[in-house]
Nanobody, 119 residues
């Protein structure tokens, strides 16, 4: 059983910063991708950033230069540092871990944490 628990969400003014954390537990394949997604009201869930266990990162164009992602492989943790936040960053942020084994993909999601950017 794999569980992901996000924390660190909240309300912040435009231009502010927040750091999200995600703790993964259970039987997790070591060669994996940990990612952050977000879903705003009335919109589809979208990828924000991801990072492989080897350190390769990928960011949505809308957050490049403002957000950074990091992880602690020993602790199965992934972090999202969000700077220069904008109202359009308001969404529920979800953590996901994914790996492939024997030709099958395994995806696990957290429950989400709300981020609200408003003055």
């Amino acid at each position: 059983q794999v569980q992901l628990v996000e924390s660190g969400g909240g309300s912040v003014q435009p231009g502010g910063s927040l750091r999200l954390s995600c703790a993964a537990s259970g039987s997790i394949f070591s060669n994996n991708v940990m990612a952050w997604y977000r879903q705003a009201p009335g919109k589809e869930r979208e990828l924000v950033a991801d990072m492989t266990s080897g350190g390769t990162t990928n960011f949505a164009d809308s957050v490049k230069g403002r957000f950074s992602i990091s992880r602690d492989n020993a602790k199965n943790m992934v972090y999202l540092q969000m700077n220069s936040l904008k109202p359009e960053d308001t969404a529920v942020y979800y953590c996901k871990v994914r790996w492939s084994s024997w030709g099958r993909a395994f995806d696990y999601w957290g429950q989400g944490t709300q981020v609200t950017v408003s003055s």
